[in-house]
DNA sequence: GCCTTAAGTTTACACTGCGTAAAGCAATCT
DNA sequence: AGATTGCTTTACGCAGTGTAAACTTAAGGC
């Protein structure tokens, strides 16, 4: 009823995800699915005959905001890197564009997902990718013998990852006024310090 | 009609206030103002006597919170570390300890805060104070000489600032299994190799 | 003892947003 | 022509918030 087998027009339903992310950046979690509805042109009933509920047409945005964003090739540019500084300099670029894509979606989910089954599984889901894009860079690093002998892998990945969370990143940008720059910069600079070993910090 | 003059009685205010909490800790955002009626022994009318609305209830959830958690006496002992990398470990025991007591009313108030004024307010405030209680912790590390040359104080304490917010905190114990004295040893070696001078790390 | 005020109860109701149900309409397939 | 698909329209039930008004109970003033 939910993931595999979609409902009607393709068209449609991208359109009503468009309208449901657009009303979300500007209305956070209180949207009204009729809000979303006359956004998307469409009717509210439509809603519930393509997503089910509230509920499901969130978990569907996630999906959608995944395969829109292409991480792919960013993940890429990353791994090119040719030395483990550059590669936390290049994966905190990735983490500031990524977030100021997906905050207001993020915040919505991040909080729905204690007390929703099914939004908070598709949110770990999602968590859980990113914990594993963290991890092998961190195994990248401790293969070169960049990473401080203090960490193992995993804590090491944990913590990547941990800190690099939407967050802090929105408490930095939003709320202290950070730049985007002034984000990569200081957080490169402090995960360097933090994770490498003290020969070669950059 | 909201901060300063209280209607009723203070105990059955308080009553009031010790049943949202416990609520909270279990549904989460969608506590039900009949519930925490129920719980607190009293009519749901008389919540809207006391708090007036929902909203108004969490602001003074949030300040009764702060008051009956006594913040001071711990804050002492941090400030009574002899060197800053004692300092940053006492730091993330409190830290540790404090997150755990607030985590359930936090996630809620994190995620409200961007749809509701009043809470916004309340809850920055909290947060500016934690800022603060950050800043000076660094300033007194650059006195003593021990911020690493990297960092300027307000840099630095931004990054202490976000990198323990609660967000971080909950992923690592609660969803990646991190023990209390695991989070503790790791954030606090973590925030030591970055932020202090290489000479004296610990 | 009587009056007043304060604190809280009870009942009732309006409003909003979610979710469901059913009938109808237009286009497309066969 | 008949059936199916995609969507609309209208209608309704339900839960939770917030408001209003009338009633109860207890304490204080004098």
Redesign the interface.
């Known amino acids: 009823m939910s993931s595999g087998d979609a409902y009607g027009d393709p068209e449609t339903r991208r359109r009503i995800l468009e309208a449901t992310r657009e009303l979300i950046s500007k ?4 949207l009204r699915l009729g809000d979303v509805a006359d956004r998307a042109g469409v009717s509210r009933q439509t809603i519930y005959l393509h997503f089910g509920d509230r509920t499901h047409l969130l978990v569907a945005l996630v999906r959608h905001m995944d395969e829109s964003l292409d991480l792919g090739e960013s993940l890429a540019h990353v791994r090119a890197a040719d030395n483990s500084s550059e590669a936390i300099a290049r994966t905190m670029e990735l983490h500031s564009s990524f977030s100021a894509a997906i905050d207001s979606v993020a ?2 989910l ?3 997902q ?2 929703d089954e099914a939004l908070s599984t598709a949110w ?1 889901d999602r ?1 859980r990718f990113r ?1 594993g894009v963290h991890r092998d860079l961190v195994q990248r690093m401790a293969d070169c013998g960049d990473l ?1 002998d ?1 960490w193992t892998v995993d ?1 090491a990945a ?2 990547f ?3 690099t ?4 990143w929105r ?2 940008t939003r ?2 006024g ?1 730049s985007d720059e ?1 984000y990569i910069e ?2 490169s ?3 360097q ?3 490498l070993s ?1 020969t070669d910090e950059g």
């Open positions: 209305h956070g979690s209180d915040l919505v991040e909080s729905a204690y007390e770990r968590m914990l401080a203090t804590a944990d913590l990852y941990a800190v969370l939407p967050g802090p408490e930095l709320e202290l950070w002034q200081g957080m600079g402090f995960l310090r933090a994770l003290d």
